[in-house]
Every structure is written in C-alpha cells, then in structure tokens.
C-alpha cells in the first residue's frame, strides 16, 4: 500500500529536516490557477485543503493532495459559508433592546430578533459589560466557556475575546472541558499525568509489538477524521495496517463497546459486548481472574506501584464490602458470560497487550473509575512502557502515535496575560464566591448563586453571574439538559453570542454578533497536533460575507470603546501578525528546520517536516522509576490514592470501586421506566455542531430531516418503528423528534443520537417538544463524581415511540425572525 509515509521515507533517505520543494504538494501547487478559477491552499479541522475561488465564490473544496487519509466531512464545507444560517448582520433580542436587564426573559428563545448596525452592537455589548463590572463587579460576569472555535493560530476566537474582555474588566473563568473532564482530573494522581492530551507510543512500534490491542471504547477511525488543529490523517493509514494484520493473524484487536463501531467494522476484528456503564464491574472480575489465577506481575507491581494489596483487598471481598468480584459476579451486571471474562483475562496475560481507551465511557457517572481501573489492570499485566504494551487514553484523537518533527510551532494569539496596564475594572472582589468554575457546573451556578460543591479536594462557592459572553463555543448544544438550561437562561440579564452560525445560543442570546469563518480571513495553523508535521498557511478564500467581520476587528472595535485598541492589536494588521508569528516561528527552528521565508511559505502554502522518531509512553519510568519518577504526590502508580481518600468522598475513594449509577439500562435503576440507554457519541459527519447548518451534507444523512437515532432491529420491531419513521424521544427531563435508523450496529436497548445536532425548540417554553434531535435536550445535567464534577452525558435512559401526525416543522435552521424596530 502507497501510504503518505512510504513516500517520505523515499524522499527523505539524506535526511534533510525540512521537505518543501520537493513534496507532492508543492508540484500541484504551481498549476493553481485556469479558467476554473484559482485554487487556494487552506487549513482545517478536517484536513488540508484545496479550494477553488471563482467570481468571488468558493465553487469547489477538495483535500490536498498531501492528505493519505481525506475525510468526507469535506464535502460539508461549502455548505458552512454559505449556509442559510449564517449570521448576516449584527442582531439584538427583541424583547432585550428596550429594556435591558429589567426585559421579559420567559420569552428568550423564541427567536425573536432585530437587526441593529455594528455601531449600536458594539455600544451596547460596551455598556452592558460597564453596567455589569459596576454593579456586580467581577462575579458578574461568565466569559469562561470555550469550544472547538475554527483552525487558525492567529484568529483563534476565544483568544481574542479573552484579550479583549478581560482588558474591561476580570470574570469567572472555568476550569477542565467536556472531552475529559473525569479522566483528566483522575489520572494525574494514579499516573501522573492528564494522559489523555499526551502524546502516545507510536504506531509503527504498536503494529511490531503488540499481540493484543483492546480498543476500550474507541473508535478512531470516525474520531480521527478530525484534529484541534489542521489534521494530517497521517494516523489512519495505521489502522489500515492494523486491519491487515488482524487479517494475517499477526494482531488480535478486540473492541470493548456496546456498539459495533466503525473501527471494529473496518479493522475486522473481534467484538466484546459490554452492558452500557458497567465497564467496572467487568475490568475488576479481570483483575480478580489475573490474581487469582496468578497471572498478575508481582515484580511490577512492587517497582512500580503503591496501594495493591488495599485495592485487590477490595477485589476479594475483605474489606467493608464483603462481595468477591468474581467473573459471576460481575456477569450479572456487564452482561459478559462469566467464561468469556476469564478467557479474556487470560488472553490479555498471554502475550503483550495494549490498551487503547475513548473517553466517551469518562462521559458519565462515576468516569473516574474505569480510567483508573485501566491503569490497574495494565499495571497487574506489568506492561506500562514496553513497546505495544501498556495503556494510552489518546490514540483516538487528533493524530496522537504519529511520530513528533520535534520542531517549533507557531504560537497563538496572546491572551490577556502579560497586560501592561491593569483592566479598566477591579480584579478580585468576587464577593466570596470562587473565581474558577468545573466547566460542566456552569448551568447550576446560573441556579444556585452562593451554593456550595466539593471539586477535587477543595470548596467551590457559585457566583452571582448576571452576564455571559460566548464565543467559539456553542452551550446549547454542548452542556447537558435544555431544559434546566432554559431555566437556567432565566437569570442572565444579558448573553452576547459572537458566531458565524445562527446556532440555538444566538437564539438564546440578546446580542449576537456576526463573526466571519475561518474561509474569510488570513491565518496559519499547525499541521498535525501532535505530530508537528509542518505549519499551513490558511489563505483568505473570499471577503466576509453579509456585514460579518473577524473577530480580531470585532474585539478592536471593543477595546476601541474603551481606549484599548492600540494595546489590544500592538498596532499590527492581520498580515503584520501572521508574518511575526511565522518570523518567530522560523528563528525558534533556526539550525534544525528549516523554513522559507515568509513571502515563500505564504506563495507554497505549507512548510512540511521530516517524520520523527518512534517513542514509547512511560517508557523513560519503566527504565528508571527513580529519577524518571511520575507526577503522582509518590512518584509511582497509585493504586490506591492517599490524597483521594483524603477528600473523603462517597463517589471517589481511595481506590476504583463498581458503584450504582443514577439511572442504568439493562436491569439497572429506572430501567423499568426508560429502558433505553442514549449514548450521545461524536458524530461521524460533523465536528459537534459544526456543518450541521450545512444543508446539502446535512441532507446525505438525515431521515425526512431530522438527525438520526441509530436503534436495534429488536427495539424497532417492539415499538412498531420501521427504518425512516420519525419518533420521539423521550423521558422525564425532556422530548426531541428523530429520524429512526435501524442498524445492527446496535444491541437491545441501546440506540445512538450523535452530539451536535443542532437544538430546534418548537416554542420559548420549558419542556419545548426539539423538533431536529439534539441529544442534549434529554441528557443529565449532574457532575461525574465531586473530584471531577465532569459532565455525565452518557447516563441516560430515554424511551423512543413511533411519532403519529404531522410532524412539526424544523426549526433548527435558517436564522432568527427577523423583527423592526
Ligand atoms: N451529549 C453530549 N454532549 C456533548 C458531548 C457528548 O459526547 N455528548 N461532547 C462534549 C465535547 S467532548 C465537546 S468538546 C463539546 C463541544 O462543544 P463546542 O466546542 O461548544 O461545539 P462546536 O459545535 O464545535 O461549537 C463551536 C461553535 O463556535 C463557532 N465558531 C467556530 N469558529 C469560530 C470563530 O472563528 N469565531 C467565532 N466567533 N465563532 C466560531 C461555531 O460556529 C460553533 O457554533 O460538546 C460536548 N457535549
Ligand atoms: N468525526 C468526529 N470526530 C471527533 C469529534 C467529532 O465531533 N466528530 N470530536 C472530537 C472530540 S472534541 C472528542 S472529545 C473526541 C471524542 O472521543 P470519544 O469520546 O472517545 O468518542 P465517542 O464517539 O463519543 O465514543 C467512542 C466509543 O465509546 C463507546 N462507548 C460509549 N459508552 C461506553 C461504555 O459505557 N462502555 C464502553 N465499553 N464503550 C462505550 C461508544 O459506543 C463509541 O463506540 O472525538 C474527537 N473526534
Ligand atoms: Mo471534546
């Protein structure tokens, strides 16, 4: 197989760092324009791309030919800018114009609008921030949320309104992210780091080395297709490799899920159903065939690790809870024959394995506990830094396993950090209340002002938050329960949305702002997140559409509001920065890579890298756990955590535990009532909400419009719900129309409505019947545990019926009402 590698590996036998002139790239490049138009060369979550720009209009997008692997998500992207849904001008709530913080806020959400001119947008956003910083000082204010804003370093958005807001005045900030937020808060005391934004063993020396892959709730086929920064999809390829070899025999891959993923479809490779949830019980009845049948590593353990005997104590049935987590046991509750978990173990123990987890099983209750357990159980096995053994909690996302240049990349648009002067408003009278916030708390802050939650080990006092800026980001679909949230909605005076997309957070909003995308600026990005490959210059395609602008001159006509323009912009244009970031960029390299000058790299369209070396994870421990030590409060695997008992929490203790959740399909609580689990998985032809308002994609899969809810051939049958019904979903917290899709994919009682499908409320009530599908509306807003307090997507039950009548218009899309003043 040609694979983008094979070909560098040919190119590069000299050795030379920097491969420019002579990559496939840059041959294409020269032949850029005819009468078609002329294409440019751009940089995307989805890959590099070639787009061709003709009149004044984008008419084709295609992958570059650099990319090995090209996502279909490209065909989606035209429809992105030029999507009915595009914010055209500046835009303030009808009911909010006149009135302000005294407005009528049970109507927030009916999609009322007015349009108003930049000027009156940008007075008004001043002074609403001026009110609020004097009034209510910096509690006040919640400008902390932040998303998967679009590539590009230098236009990244949430800089700038982080720049720009916090040169008025400080708010609430917030602390961790969705993707996650319970294992990043574990594994730094089991195995001292985060983990799961690690770079990992490299691929190639997975494919020598390993007998056995489990992927544990992974499927990095669907999740690769996109990357935090432009994605090379230089990992994919690998999974061709795996597949070949699980083919020959060479690999066993084992997909722990209860789904049949994309991955384990396309590798081939065998499937592990678990019930949904109960991931614990079934790795520690693991751990009690790998003690019991003595295949655990004692010298490992001993080296490497503290706390085995309390947690395997535990495992036996010895301590306060009397019950032996024996293969039976645990059958009970994960749905696996007793037999098949010790031939697993067994399997496991005979050979090197490595482990691979999503995080998607970190997404709900109690998602500490299976990420920890990993760590245990590839400890028991005493394969942590050996090649093709071991755990990783990152392969799926952004490039991880893909080789590291080494070289230098371009940094960001600086925050607001090294300010000469200090902002116009004070900066820490919070008033008692706590200045950071675990970001999937937000909602109950807005609920529960003064209240008071545990969160990793300290206390947490909400503000009073009576105003929230967001950008990047889109909360009305990414938190968790709409409903609350509308409630929740209720006690902001004043929201400003800054997008390019009428998402259900403008139609939440009293002032929104039209930022331009990505498509209609000039920038550069990081080529590979994690591999470093090279840097892309993201050319201007076409001028902002409608009345949009950057958000660079939105946050410059803000501070200007203020008399900060000069220091927020240093005096430079967009091109003045981008040629300094580069310039920075190029004196960093300087002797190892190197780099065109700018002009030269901005006519290319991208500086490329040589592939780095292959790296092993831990391996540096593994060899001298001494001076290599983890950052762990012991320097070595905690097993069982002192500090974590210390808290003293009932949901997080000193070791994993198989704990109840709230609600559990397949027998467990409130099954009797929504027997249905939901997982709200990413989605496999979108980036969460983005190119979801991308009509003509969004049509390729959607069922008489509305998103689509995969369900088992035995879940339809009962509920009489034939393939392209549409349905409702449902259950105590809320109720959303969709499209049902019947797939085998999918064991009883489980179904799939992929996140981000965008919130269409048929009115501004509590309780709105979602006329598109946004899983959210009927999710669980509570926190994993109190060490996390992560968002719990995935505990969710719901029951599905078929929908009869007609079926209430979309309303998701194609921008506000649009009111006079
Ligand atoms: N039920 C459920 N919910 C989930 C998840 C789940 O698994 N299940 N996953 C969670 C996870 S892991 C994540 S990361 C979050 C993602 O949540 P978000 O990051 O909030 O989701 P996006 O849809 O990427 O939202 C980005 C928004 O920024 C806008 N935008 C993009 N670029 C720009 C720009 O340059 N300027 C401006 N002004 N705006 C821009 C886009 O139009 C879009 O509206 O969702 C979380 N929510
Ligand atoms: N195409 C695409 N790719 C993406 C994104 C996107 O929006 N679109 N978003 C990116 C982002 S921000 C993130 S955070 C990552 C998300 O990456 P993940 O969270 O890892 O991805 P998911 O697709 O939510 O889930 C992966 C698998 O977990 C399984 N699973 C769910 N619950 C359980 C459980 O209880 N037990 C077991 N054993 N398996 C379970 C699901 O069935 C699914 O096959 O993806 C990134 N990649
Ligand atoms: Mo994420």
């Not at 001026?130 to 902390?144: C, D, I, M, N, Y």
């Not at 010298?299 to 085995?308: K, T, V």
């Not at 050319?539 to 927020?568: C, H, M, N, W």
Request: proline share 5%; hydrophobic share 35%.
């Amino acid at each position: 197989m040609t694979t983008r590698r094979n070909v560098l590996k040919g190119l590069v036998a000299g050795g030379a760092a920097t491969l420019m002139g002579q990559s496939l790239f840059a041959k294409a490049a020269q032949a850029a324009t005819s009468s078609q138009g002329t294409w440019h060369v751009t940089g995307s979550h989805w890959g590099a791309i070639r787009a061709l720009v003709k009149g004044g209009k984008v008419t084709d997008v295609q992958p570059l030919e650099d990319d090995p692997y090209p996502t279909d998500m490209i065909k989606g992207i035209k429809g992105i800018i030029y999507s009915p849904s595009r914010i055209k001008y500046p835009m303030a709530r009808a009911d909010w114009l006149d009135n302000r913080e005294n407005a009528d806020r049970t109507t927030r959400g009916d999609n009322r609008y007015v349009r108003i001119t930049w000027d009156e947008a940008l007075d008004l956003f001043y002074e609403e921030l001026e009110r609020v910083q004097t009034t209510h000082g910096p509690s006040g204010l919640f400008a902390g949320a932040t998303g998967w804003r679009q590539t590009g370093l230098f236009h990244t958005c949430i800089n700038h309104m982080n720049r720009a807001v916090s040169m008025h005045g400080n708010y609430v900030r917030k602390v961790g992210d969705y993707s996650t937020g319970a294992g990043q808060t574990i594994l730094p005391y089991v195995i001292g780091s985060t983990e799961v934004y690690a770079q990992g063993t490299s691929w190639p020396v997975i494919l020598e080395n390993a007998d056995t892959v489990v992927l544990w709730a992974s499927d990095p086929l669907k999740n690769l297709q996109v990357g935090w920064t432009c994605e090379t999809h230089e990992s994919l390829p690998y999974l061709d490799e795996l597949r070949d070899k699980v083919a020959a025999g060479e690999i066993r891959v084992i997909s722990v899920d209860p789904v049949r993923s994309k991955t384990q479809k396309h590798l081939n490779s065998e499937h592990l159903y678990v019930n949904p949830m109960t991931d614990v019980a079934f790795m520690l009845a693991i751990a009690h065939t790998l003690y019991t049948e003595d295949l655990h590593d004692k010298e490992f353990l001993d080296i490497y690790s503290l706390g085995f005997d309390q947690f395997i104590s535990y495992v036996m049935g010895e301590g306060e809870d009397a019950t032996v987590k024996t293969p039976e046991w645990a059958a009970e509750i994960c749905g696996v024959p007793a037999e098949e978990i010790r031939s697993f173990a067994r399997l496991l123990a005979s050979g090197r394995t490595q482990f691979l987890f999503g995080w998607s099983l970190q997404r709900q209750q109690h998602g500490e506990q299976p990420y920890w357990m990993g760590t245990i159980l590839a400890s028991m096995l005493g394969q942590i830094g050996l090649p093709g053994g071991g755990v990783s909690y990152s392969h799926h996302y952004s490039g991880v396993g893909v080789p590291q240049t080494g070289a230098n990349m371009p940094g960001a648009f600086p925050l607001n950090l090294d300010l000469g002067k200090t902002p116009k408003h004070d900066l820490h009278n919070y008033k008692g209340a706590s200045n950071v916030i675990p970001v999937a708390r937000w909602v109950d802050m807005l609920l529960n002002p003064g209240d008071k939650i545990q969160y990793n080990g300290h206390e947490v006092t909400y503000p009073d938050v009576r105003m929230a800026v967001f950008t990047g980001c889109n909360p009305f679909h990414h938190h968790q329960d709409r409903n609350k949230m509308r409630k929740a909605f209720r006690q902001l005076e004043t929201v400003v949305a800054i997008d390019f997309a009428w998402t259900a957070t403008c139609r939440h909003a009293d002032l929104v702002l039209p930022a331009c995308t990505q498509f209609e600026r000039n920038d550069m990005d990081t080529y590979g997140a994690y591999s470093n490959t090279g840097v892309v210059a993201m050319r201007k395609l076409v001028d902002p559409l409608y009345q949009s602008k950057t958000d660079y001159e939105i946050f410059t006509g803000l501070t200007d509001r203020f008399g900060r323009a000069e220091e927020y912009t240093r005096g430079m244009t967009e091109m003045q920065w981008l040629r300094q970031m580069y310039d920075t960029t190029k004196a960093a390299n300087d002797g190892r890579f190197e780099m065109p000058d700018f002009d030269q790299f901005w006519e290319d369209g991208m500086v490329r890298f040589q592939r780095g070396e292959n790296w092993v994870r831990h391996a540096a421990f593994r060899e001298d756990p001494e001076i290599n030590a983890l950052g762990t409060p012991s320097g070595f695997i905690e097993i069982s955590s002192r500090t974590i008992e210390k808290f003293g929490y009932d949901d997080c203790g000193a070791h994993p535990k198989w704990m109840e959740k709230a609600e559990r399909s397949h027998g467990g609580p409130n099954s009797d009532r929504f027997p249905i689990w939901l997982q709200s998985c990413h989605p496999d032809q979108r980036l969460h909400s983005q190119m979801c308002e991308s009509d003509e994609y969004r049509a390729t899969y959607a069922v008489q419009g509305r998103e689509p809810v995969y369900i088992s051939p035995e879940d339809a049958a009962n509920r009489g719900i034939n393939d392209g019904d549409i349905v409702r979903v449902f259950n105590d917290r809320g109720q959303l129309l969709a499209g049902a899709r019947v797939s085998e994919d999918y064991p009883q009682g489980v179904v799939r409505i992929h996140e981000g499908a965008w919130y269409g409320p048929v009115d501004a009530s509590i309780g709105a019947l979602d006329t598109y599908g946004d899983p959210n509306t009927v999710t669980m807003d509570v926190g994993a545990s109190k060490l996390s307090q992560a968002t719990s997507a995935n505990t969710c039950l719901v029951e599905i019926e078929k929908f009869e009548g007609v079926a209430p218009p979309v309303t998701s899309f194609g921008g506000p009402i649009e009111e006079s003043l």
